[in-house]
């Protein structure tokens, strides 16, 4: 999608400060970080939302879950970690593309 922020830090047009990236997905630093450890982690494959996905993307949420304690692990939140999808605007959604939020570390706000 020509102009999804997502998809346009996925093919390097806007840069981004990326921590793991795959065929599968891309993850990278939240700009506006709400905790010590702020990942935002998205499909390369333009999903809108959460409500989006269909059986044909099993496989990938499938992937993303299970990638997820595995990058936890790597940024030090072996004591544990917060995960949160927002979905479609009254849910909090800002960019219409799917994304895990996985934050974690000492200043992790309350919920």
């Known amino acids: 999608m020509s102009d999804c922020l997502f ?3 996925i093919a390097g ?3 981004a400060d990326i921590v793991y990236q795959d065929d599968k997905i891309l993850v990278f630093r939240d700009i506006n970080p709400k905790a010590d450890v702020h990942l935002l982690m998205v499909p390369k494959e333009h999903v809108e939302s959460l409500a989006k ?3 044909s993307h099993h496989d ?3 992937y993303m879950m299970l990638k997820l304690p595995e990058l936890a692990e790597a940024q030090g939140l072996s004591g544990g970690f917060r995960t949160i999808i927002n979905t479609g605007k009254e849910g909090g ?3 219409f593309h799917l994304h895990i939020h996985l934050l974690g570390g000492k200043n992790l706000p309350g919920f």
């Open 93 to 95: 959604q800002e960019v």
């Open 53 to 55: 996905l269909n059986e």
């Open 7 to 9: 998809c346009k830090i």
């Open 60 to 62: 990938l949420i499938a």
């Open 13 to 15: 047009d806007i840069p």
